[in-house]
């Protein structure tokens, strides 16, 4: 089976007063919605668009009677609940098109269980800091990298690629928005073809973290620099090596006044050198207590840190573990058992895919990988919560190192001046010791001067050191994205050729209504400019053949991803109305045929194909293909309606 694949399994709309307005089961391969117009067929499309995550408000007016919409859905062998409320504003009869998300890990057989209620998780529209979206849930299921940028891409704007509407002008490729460009078009198209490589979006991630931070290091960079007058200053040596000279200097003083006092012949010990002393002592403990406490708090930090590096290692390994245990179990759930383990002999191969091959017990393939991707997606929150940890408590241990390298040269001329202070006897002071004295409270001045600017040097220097660490890192990752996006363009020239022959046979063997079509020789998309073309891009044509050139653009895309296993579509396509835009029965009944023949000379549990009619062949009526009634104005798709 192809990677990436997106399955709804079963539809169920519930109505304001708790009655249920839609419930049906789809099934893998080809599902037909059909009716007359008119009957709701558009109404279930939006739906499916909705509860996917599309942001959609323009419901009509049987639609606002209905409170929320769930759907079972299958995202690479997980099963998942998806649940939306439609909320309409009593004022503007509009309802809000980005309500949050439930989604329950499991069947809505398991949900339905007691107690099973408590289990829905509630993610918003938005990634925020501390939160994930549901978005981001749908994309780590399908694989699909989290792009942020210049346009957050949200599962929303994929859907304007897999969602065929009949609301959007015939001339645009994609599900139309007003406010769009061309930037947000390209980068779905690189997701969805395969060809935004996961490295290129890490360094380009990266990159994106790295100039913040080297942004906000080169603003503190330039506040310190702003206050200082010297760019000597700024250099730590050269500071502590004017401390250590002014030391020597006030040394020198103070032996000095010890030869003076000395030779003083009247000496006396006062009550004001006892204080001097008691005062110094105190002031050394205090410094003593700081130095100790900052000590054991850069011990403690650095202990976070180590213990929360190990922790997201730890947290790595297992997400790593997980990825692995769901690879391995595609891989096994592939391996053939022919023969009995016990008695070597053969065995007989049961019909049901559900069923044991050895002890022919019913198995649900989906529970394991369903667990583990809730287990992923609980290991990815963790890390990232833990990784904005970390990055505060490396920040913390900086500021309080270079508050230790200050409280150390501090306690060291307390304990210094406590020091001088046993062997300190004050004699009557003539003028010359005075001035000494005077010098001596000077130079200490300067002491705790030159302490602020030392620490100001050291913040400055371990700030300069980030920035050039980040500069090497942000020059080794411009390199690396360049080789990255060189890569990605020959991929995509590969992709878009695949893209174009399954376009060139779809009008090839349009019914020859347009002789363009039919004798189309290149067929070309251009997803950043949102059209598709044959060689001219003015070319004009009727409005039916631009929507038969549009359709068969976007089914190109899904019958070349049913052979190409890089690419991250989804192998899942809904189209709302086949017929749309005046084009005839005959010729919207021979796309329909083109399209299921093409699927079907593919694995049927290999994609999803819906698609809405008014016009269904009489050979497809009525058939497996067939989901739901046939839809009437007097009995639509919705029910319980007043």
Known sequence: MMHNNLFLNRLIIYTLSGKIAYDEVFHKGVNIIRGENSSGKSTISHFIFYVLGGAFNDWVKEAKQCAYVMAEVEMNGATLVLKREINVNEDTKKAYDKEAMYIFWGSLEELNENGKEHEWHKYGYSTSLDKKSYSNVLFDNLNIPIVKGENNITFHQLLRLIYVDQESPTNSLFLYEQFDSNLTRETISDLLLGVYNQSLYDNKQRKIDIDKECDDVKRELKVIRKFVHSPYDLIPSHIKTKIDNNEKERRKIEETLFDLKEKNKIVRYTVKTKLEFEELSKQTIDQRNIFTNLDSSIRLSQYEIDDSKLFINSLGTKLKAVKNSILTRDFLGEFPLEYCPECLSDIKQSQSISVCKLCKQNID??????????????????????????????????????TFESAKIRLF??????????????????????????????????????????????????????????????????????????EQEKLKRETNKAIEKKGLFLLNNDLRRQRDFVEAKEFNIDYRNNIAFISDKDAKYSASS?????????FSIFLASLEIDQMRYPRFIFCDNMEDKGIEKGRAQNFQKIIIKQAEMKDVNSYQLIYTTSFIPDELNNTPYCVGEFYTEESPSLKNIK
């Open 365 to 402: 393939e989906s529970h394991g990988v369903t667990q583990a991707r809730k287990i992923e997606q609980e290991l990815s929150f963790q890390i990232k919560e833990s990784n904005s940890i970390l990055a505060k408590e490396e920040r913390k241990l900086l500021e309080l190192r270079t």
């Open 413 to 486: 001329q307390l304990q210094t001046k406590v020091n001088q202070a046993l062997n300190d006897v004050k004699s009557v002071r003539d003028e010359k010791i005075d001035k000494l004295y005077s010098e001596t409270g000077f130079l200490e001045g300067e002491v705790l001067q030159y302490r602020n600017m030392l620490e100001n040097a050291e913040l400055y220097q371990s700030l300069v050191k980030k920035e050039s660490d980040f500069e090497i890192e942000l020059k080794e990752l411009k390199y690396s994205i360049d080789f990255l996006i060189s």
């Open 546 to 554: 631009n929507f038969y050139l549009k359709t068969s653009a976007r």
